[in-house]
């Protein structure tokens, strides 16, 4: 597996910004995106039925880049959590209803997996047996997994957090800290979780400068 700081922007099954296309390599290929001032791709291409999963630490940009750039695509647990906000009474406690919640999210991950259609879905970092499940639906169907990573500074995350109006306990962050910077680090060494076919590591400039997500 190799650590890429290229021009070549797309991810192994998609194509370049400049149109030229890419050959799969054999192994994994992780392109390492950060640390360009915001000056990387405006777009990452993906083959049709490819599943992109986003994961980086609460407040990091997650919802806000799925949201930008997944074209109507996007499966993400914040939606399930606005839509249930929107039917309980406001003094009841977000803790008090988040199994309800997850259980949204997930049966709506599941019907969309089962459409046959490209997704791109969001992941806290600490569930490893979804990146799995969704590896695992990639095979079944011949297509193959990516991970777009953002690797943000935690006061930065936090920040985005106050921004929301929603943070975590300082317990569960530093749960997320330990995960995500488990994926980083595995990254920066070229090494991918389980099923994986890329990986793309992105700052928050690099985020913030991509607007499309595609599938061709």
Known sequence: MTVQRTEA???????????????APALPVVRDLRDRGGRGPRALTFAAGDLVVVSGL??????TLIARAAQGRGIDSQDARERWERRVPGFLPYAVYRPLVRLAH??????????????????????AWVRRWLAREAGRRGSALHLLLLDVE????????????????????????????????????GVVPWGCASAVLLDRPAASALTRIAFA
């Open 58 to 63: 609460p407040g990091s940009g997650k919802s």
């Open 9 to 23: 922007y797309a991810t192994t099954a998609g194509v370049p910004a400049g149109g030229r296309a890419l050959v």
């Open 154 to 189: 935690p006061g930065t995350a936090r920040e985005g957090q106050r921004e929301r109006g929603r943070g975590v306990s300082g317990y569960a962050f530093a749960r997320h800290r330990r995960a995500v910077g488990r994926l980083v680090r595995d990254a920066e060494r």
């Open 106 to 127: 997930y049966a709506g991950l599941r019907r969309a997996l089962r459409s046959g259609k490209s997704v791109v879905v969001h992941d806290c970092g600490t569930q």
